[in-house]
């Protein structure tokens, strides 16, 4: 399973809110059950606690190489998506977060899968 010790987190700038959204459109994993490869976008959206709460916000690279570890894991895209939450969730502590993974269509199927942390204001379910 990848591992959260690679997530790296930085002091949120502001005590402003404020939402950050990040976007990896070459993501991918492994189908459990035939080895095949997923591929797949993940979108993060979050709005950090205030800077004088101990805000913090996941650094990039981290980030990168995080999700990167996922390519040699055989798991279920709802896994995918509520692991990502729970690691990013713990890491950061934001006010709430939106993990949506949104997967290439296989046998005629597409699946997109959203995992919550927080109170995700409407505005940014879509």
Partial sequence: MPSP???ECV??????PFIIEHIA?????LCPKTGHPDFGTVTLRFQPRPAKAGG???ELKSL???LQSFRTEGIFYEAVTNT????LAAAMKPEWLLVKTDWKGRGGIRSIIRAEF???PASWRA
């Fill in 56 to 58: 913090l916000c996941v």
């Fill in 84 to 87: 990502i939450r729970d690691h």
């Fill in 11 to 16: 002091p949120s700038p502001t005590d402003s």
């Fill in 64 to 66: 990168k190489l995080y």
């Fill in 118 to 120: 927080g109170e995700v």
């Fill in 5 to 7: 010790n690679l997530l």
């Fill in 25 to 29: 459109e070459e993501f991918t994993s």
